[in-house]
């Protein structure tokens, strides 16, 4: 339906929140060290931390996506917001790993719900020919909240503690959920209101459960029992997507679709080689640089305030330019970044580490809204949500699967330690491990994203 309130207002609610989510999330990271200290948290029980979100999240993104098309987008995202708040209050209050990890969980959830609708409303708001610049403002905003987080929480973790890096966002959720209910009087739904696949949602839920558990548990045997029960249950689900009415995810799209389905492998792909940055960079200048939160938080940053510089206008340019080019030379400059980091030593230079960090920010600008925009630009009105929940459901695979990259690579080369002193030499090789994997991963989604075809006609 045609939105009756003015874009701009609704273009602000989504910004800001676009905005205050990330914001949690990056100084969360940044917080990681000093939590494995104040709750005695071996390495791979840290890893969880973050992991424990994406899982969530990427458990319940398809649910709150096709939820969202029967029952109103608007109304889903709004209980997301006002979830998202309760929920880190409760990761604040946190006494133990398991309260945080549980805490954390609930807030991938409450997340979910805001990843599967926000390009949705996007999309249902904005013509097609401006869709790239507004998804790139809103791309842009995820990413100036990304980059604030290191430096504020940073800041907030020096001078209050850990706990605070959970609040930082909660006054601007607050008037995200504000703005929704008062200001913003229209709703988004599909065409029509279609069954929900409750047989499809709880295959999802139960792979996606599977594999996380089966990864935290190499190399122990019943880990392979684990891995091998998810990809049969995973096999199921896409059967089952295949051959029922009214799927839970369409996997039809990627069947039929080849711009559709080669855009959302490179997304993949990308996010699969760069999300653990944040995390393994917070360990590399904190526990192996010795660096304060705050000193920290400045050098992270830097990735993700090019991203926001550069995002806002790779998304315009995507609306002239085949988003192919941008994407692959994105990925392409993206790889070399993540060599670069795959050679840090403990006594690398500050100035090294911000260059690699100008490279991997650089070229994830380049690649993220043109990739965003192929994939909206690809299907009909009518798919717009099944697409957004695709987008969302693509990117939080790709991190969960950068998690789990870390949270392998760590037990393997670490074992169940604690983080110390007599560590670091271990922590350092298992930073270098992932980033060196993660330049790799790079590899294939070059191809990928060079093999999607023309989205945009010839001129005239």
């Not at 602000?12 to 990056?26: E, G, I, Q, T």
């Not at 340019?317 to 988003?323: A, G, K, Q, T």
């Not at 604690?418 to 991963?441: E, H, N, T, V, Y």
Request: glycine share 8%; hydrophobic share 55%; charged share 10%.
């Amino acid at each position: 339906m045609s939105a009756q309130t003015h874009p701009r207002i609704i273009l602000a609610m989504l910004l800001l929140n676009s905005f205050a989510v990330p914001l949690m999330l990056s100084s969360a990271n940044v917080a990681l060290p000093t939590i494995a200290n104040e709750l005695s948290l071996t390495a791979i029980a840290l890893s969880w931390v973050p992991m424990a979100f994406l899982m969530a999240s990427t458990m319940f993104v398809l649910i709150f996506g096709r939820l969202a098309d029967n029952i109103g987008r608007k109304r889903v995202f709004l209980v997301g917001t006002a979830a998202v708040i309760v929920t880190s209050l409760i990761a604040s209050l946190s006494q133990s790993d398991v309260m945080l990890l549980t805490a954390r969980f609930l807030q991938g959830a409450s997340a979910a719900m805001l990843h599967a609708t926000q390009m949705a409303i996007i999309s249902s708001v904005f013509p097609a020919n401006q869709r790239g610049k507004y998804i790139g403002l809103v791309t842009g905003s995820i990413y100036i909240g990304l980059s604030a987080g290191p430096l504020l929480g940073g800041l907030v973790i020096d001078s209050v503690g850990w706990r605070a890096a959970f609040l930082m966002h909660v006054p601007l959720a607050a008037m995200v959920l504000i703005m929704g209910v008062f200001f913003v009087h229209d709703e988004w739904r599909g065409e029509k209101s279609i069954p929900f696949d409750l047989r499809g949602a709880v295959g999802w839920i139960i792979s996606i459960l599977l594999f996380c558990l089966g990864v935290s548990r190499l190399p122990n045997t019943d880990s392979y029992l684990l891995l091998l029960a998810s990809a049969v249950s995973i096999t199921l689900f896409i059967r089952h997507a295949r051959t029922t009415l009214h799927p839970l995810w369409d996997v039809k799209l990627f069947f039929g679709n080849r711009t559709f389905t080669l855009s959302a492998a490179a997304s993949l792909m990308m996010y699969s080689a760069t999300y653990a940055n944040v995390v393994l960079l917070s360990l590399y200048l904190q526990s192996v640089k010795g660096l304060s939160a705050s000193s920290a938080g400045m050098i992270m940053m830097i990735q993700p305030a090019v991203m926001a510089l550069g995002s806002p206008i790779m998304g315009r340019l995507s609306d002239r330019l085949e988003p192919r080019w941008l994407a692959s030379a994105g990925m392409a400059v993206t790889a070399g970044g993540l060599f670069v980091l795959a050679n840090l030593h403990p006594d690398s230079s500050l100035m090294y580490v911000a260059i690699a960090l100008l490279m991997t920010g650089g070229g994830f600008a380049l690649f993220s809204s043109p990739n965003v925009n192929a994939i909206m630009g690809s299907v009909e009105a009518k798919h717009f949500g099944s697409a957004s929940g695709a987008v969302a459901t693509t990117r939080l695979i790709g991190q969960l699967n950068s998690m789990v990259l870390v949270t392998l690579v760590v037990g393997l080369v670490m074992g169940n330690t604690l983080i110390s002193a007599d560590s670091i030499p271990q922590l350092a090789r298992a930073i270098d491990l992932s980033f060196a994997i993660a330049g790799l991963i790079c590899l294939p989604g070059i191809a990928f994203s060079l093999a999607r075809g023309r989205l945009h006609s010839k001129p005239a």
